[in-house]
């Protein structure tokens, strides 16, 4: 998986297939995004391929650090496996989840 | 039609060229001779009325058994389309759903419970892939801090060397002192005591934190194998059965769709046949109509023959058969298109047979099968 992360604030894309081995670079992402100030978050899904049950794990994690520093976290243009794996999971409940 | 008029005629004129008066007086002879044409011919008329009669009776028995017959034959299709409609019924209750402990459950309910249960299922694979990543990352953290007490305890080590560095020369320091340094080298004996007990404690604590290092590893290996089992192949499992879910609903709607179809055409088959029934049971009154029929035939016969015996006393030479009505009985024959029928009317009315008697007649349907065709 890729991270590319745009220093002006915009919106940070993933592509690429995320599992488990992404764990530490997103966890590292995670720390850096919410140690700069700001209220939402979004992260573009348009160019991720496949994501597993870890990566939702992980992007769960996420979610709780974004809660805790009362910021909010945004998935956009999620396609492919990943929208599909977000319907069954029904992560629209508990993400906001743009198209 | 029958040649009658020119025959009558013939015999009436005389064979003289000169036209008789249009109103001139028959002579006795020639009334005698017309009244035993006429008794000849209620002679005949009697027969075809007894044929007739026997022709009535007969089509009458063979009807009535037949419509007994089809009576009988549609009881049995009413039983059976009965049947049929129950059976249909029950095709429908099975197409609406199983039944599981006696307990009729619809396929939709099923279809509810299974997404209830998987949706359970995926819940707890959420959880346990955000608890399995969440342990992860407190083990890479906890990992993180076992290095730093590993850098430590070199800083400790590196402390130490210096420290039995230290009290070795201050040991060299106060044998160079002789007596003066008595009292140095007994703390300089201690200093290194000291360091060595340190060095002790240190190597002690390596062990201890090395174990440590080697428990965090072996989670850590043990959760990534946990945390690395792929289980989107089971979360997607609930889009398929979801899928299967909506086409066995989707299935199991058009089969109730053509169950109640059917079971609407078996209701009309029923309806139908009991009617068709009932309509064949109407048969009776067709039987009575035709016993009139034969009846009021007859009493013209018994008119004829009273008629026929007053009229023949009264003449002088008896009455004998033309072959004028033979000829007559012949054309009206001629006009009969069913072989069968029409040799039942030449034995009867031109060879003088007796007609079958209608009860001996009545014949079974499987008889009365055959059609004749012309």
Not at chain 2, 1 to 23: C, H, I, T, V
Request: hydrophobic fraction near 45%.
């Amino acid at each position: 998986m890729q991270i590319h992360m745009d220093n002006a604030g915009g919106p940070i894309a993933m592509s690429g297939e995320f599992t488990f081995s992404d764990h530490v670079p997103f966890k590292q992402m995670v720390t850096e995004i919410f140690a700069a100030p700001g209220r939402s978050v979004v992260i573009d899904l348009s160019k991720l391929d496949f994501i597993d049950s870890a990566g939702l794990g992980m992007l769960l994690l996420a979610r709780d650090e974004a809660k805790k520093n009362h910021r909010e976290l945004i998935l956009r243009r999620p396609s492919g496996q990943v929208k599909r794996m977000f319907a069954v999971t029904k992560f629209n409940t508990l993400f906001t989840v743009e198209e | 039609m029958f040649g009658w008029k020119q025959s009558n005629a013939a015999a009436a004129k005389p064979p003289s060229p000169e036209p008789s008066p249009a109103l001139a007086p028959v002579a006795p002879s020639q009334q005698d001779e017309l009244m035993r044409r006429w008794i000849a011919f209620a002679g005949m008329q009697q027969r075809v009325i007894r044929t007739l009669v026997s022709e009535i009776q007969q089509t009458s028995a063979v009807v009535e058994t037949e419509a007994d017959s089809l009576s009988s034959r549609f009881q049995r299709l009413a039983v059976c389309a009965g049947q049929q409609t129950e059976r249909v019924e029950s095709l429908s209750k099975l197409a609406m759903g199983i039944e599981v402990d006696g307990e009729a459950i619809a396929i939709d309910r099923i279809a509810g419970l299974l997404e209830e249960t998987l949706s359970d299922v995926v819940e707890k694979i959420l959880l346990l892939s955000k608890d399995a990543m969440s342990m992860v990352y407190a083990l890479s953290e906890l990992n993180g801090n076992v290095n730093r007490v590993d850098s430590c305890m070199e800083e400790l080590n590196k402390i130490n060397r210096v420290t039995n560095m230290l009290a070795l020369n201050a040991r060299i320091e106060a044998e160079r002192a002789g007596t003066a340094g008595a009292a140095f080298r007994v703390v300089a004996g201690e200093v290194r005591e000291l360091s060595s007990a340190t060095q002790r404690l240190s190597v002690d604590m390596a062990t201890e934190l090395h174990a440590v290092t080697q428990g965090i590893e072996n989670g850590h290996e043990t959760l990534q194998r946990v945390a690395t089992i792929d289980m989107s192949q089971n979360l997607m499992a609930k889009d398929r059965l979801e899928l299967l879910m909506n086409a066995l609903i989707e299935r199991g709607g058009n089969l109730t769709e053509v169950v109640n179809e059917a079971m609407k055409e078996a209701e009309v088959i029923s309806a139908d046949v009991a009617g068709m029934i009932t309509g064949i049971q109407f048969q009776d009154r067709t039987r009575q109509r035709l016993e009139h029929v034969v009846d009021t035939l007859r009493v013209v016969d018994e008119a004829l023959d009273e008629l026929k015996t007053t009229t023949a006393d009264v003449l002088d030479e008896p009455v004998v058969e033309t072959t004028i009505d033979n000829e007559w009985v012949k054309t009206l024959l001629d006009r009969f298109t069913l072989g069968e029928l029409r040799s039942r009317f030449v034995a009867q009315i031109l060879e003088g047979k007796q007609p079958a008697d209608p009860s001996e007649t009545e014949a079974s349907p499987s008889q009365t099968g055959t059609i004749e065709l012309f």
